[in-house]
C-alpha cells in the first residue's frame, strides 16, 4: 500500500511536471521533482531534469541580487585550529557563511553530511565512475541513469566540450551522472544548504556543469596547482564552492585532502608566472613570498567524511599531494553562482 500510494504520488508529481515545462515554467517544473525522495520514476526522468535544469536557466534573467559585491557580512566567528572559522550545519546561515568568507577565506563544516548520506554517495559515485569508464570504451553503450553525457542547449559550446581534463583529474562531472545530480542536490536541500546559499547570494543559484565534479583522487598524483578559481572565472563573478569530503583525508589520514592559505585574499593573484605548468595556476614562489609577508603559513587539515569547506572565487588552494600517501580521496565539489553574474564560457544549471 505504501508503494502504490507514492508511485500514485510520483506519477502526479510527474504530471504537474510536464505540464508546467510545457508552459515554459522549468523552475516550477523542477521545484516539483525536486519534492520526490529518492530516485525519480525512471531514468528518462532523472535525465529531463539535468535538461530542465539548463533550460529554465534563462527565467533567471533579469536577477539583480545584492546592490553591491562584495557585500557587507559580520565577523560572527574566531579562527579555528586551522585558521578557518568552523561552523555544524544547522548553523549555517547567509550571514555566517558570507562573514566567514570575507573576513577570513572560506568556512569550515564539520559535519555536513551524516554517516548514512557519505556512503549513499561513496556509493553512487562509484556507480558513475563504473558508467563513465563503459562509455569511454564505446560511447554507444547506455549507461543511464549513472553516466549520460550533458550535451548543452549552445551547439557551439557543445562542439567545444571536452571531458579529457575531467578523466585526467579523477573526476565525473555530476551532470553527467543524472541520478547522483539529483541524489546529491536533493540531499543539500534537506540540510538548508540551498537556502544558505541564497541568502548569501541574495538570489537563486545556479551551479556549472564544468564546476560540479565528483571526484574519486588517487593517491599518487605527482603535482598540484595553486589556484583562485577567479583566474578563470572572471572578475565580476558571485560564487560559492561547497568542497564535500567523503572520506578521511588530508592530515595523517593516507589521503590527498587540500592544502590552502587560511587567509582572505582581496584580489586575484597574478598567474602563469616563474615555478608553474599552467596558465592559471599561481607560482609557489609567489605563494611563499605571501606567506613570509603576512606571517600566515599554508596548512593541511584533516578532514573526516562529511566535512566540508566553504570559500569562493578569491580562495587560494590546491590539493594537498605527498610521497607516502597510499589512499584515495572521495569528494565532491559544487560551485554555485548568482544569475546575474554568472561566469562566461560556464554551462549553467539551475539549482
Known sequence: MWRRRRDDLGARVLSDARRAAGEGRCLDAIDALQTLDGPLVDPEVEEWMVRLRHDAFPELAGATGRPEWPASFPDR??????????ATP????????????????????????????????????????????RWLEDEATPTPPWFVPFVPN??????????????????????????VLHQLLQTYDHIGLRRAAEEYLGERPAISVRKCTLRRVPP??????????????GPQVRSLNVWLALSRCGGSSGAPGLELVPRRMDRVLDTG?????????????????????????TVRPEFAPGDALLFDDRFLHRTGVADDLTQPRYAVETWLFAPSTYPARQIPLVY
Do not use: C, K, M
Not at 77 to 86: F, K
Not at 164 to 175: N, Y
Not at 225 to 233: E, N, P, S, V
Open 77 to 86: 566567528r574566531r579562527p579555528g585550529p586551522t585558521g578557518l572559522p568552523e
Open 90 to 133: 544547522d548553523e549555517l546561515t547567509g550571514d555566517l557563511i558570507g562573514g566567514a568568507i570575507t573576513h577570513h577565506g572560506a568556512l569550515r563544516v564539520n559535519g555536513l553530511l551524516d554517516e548514512g548520506q557519505v556512503a549513499e554517495l561513496i556509493a553512487a559515485i562509484d556507480q558513475a565512475f563504473a558508467a563513465r569508464d
Open 154 to 179: 549552445d551547439p557551439a559550446i557543445a562542439a567545444a566540450l571536452s571531458r579529457s581534463f575531467a578523466v585526467e583529474a579523477g573526476a565525473v562531472w555530476t551532470a553527467d551522472s543524472p541520478r
Open 220 to 233: 599518487d598524483l605527482e603535482r598540484a596547482a595553486w589556484h583562485q578559481d577567479g583566474a578563470f572565472l
Open 273 to 297: 608566472t616563474t615555478g608553474t605548468y599552467l596558465p592559471w595556476a599561481v607560482s609557489p614562489v609567489l605563494v611563499d613570498e605571501l606567506v613570509e609577508s603576512t606571517g600566515t603559513p
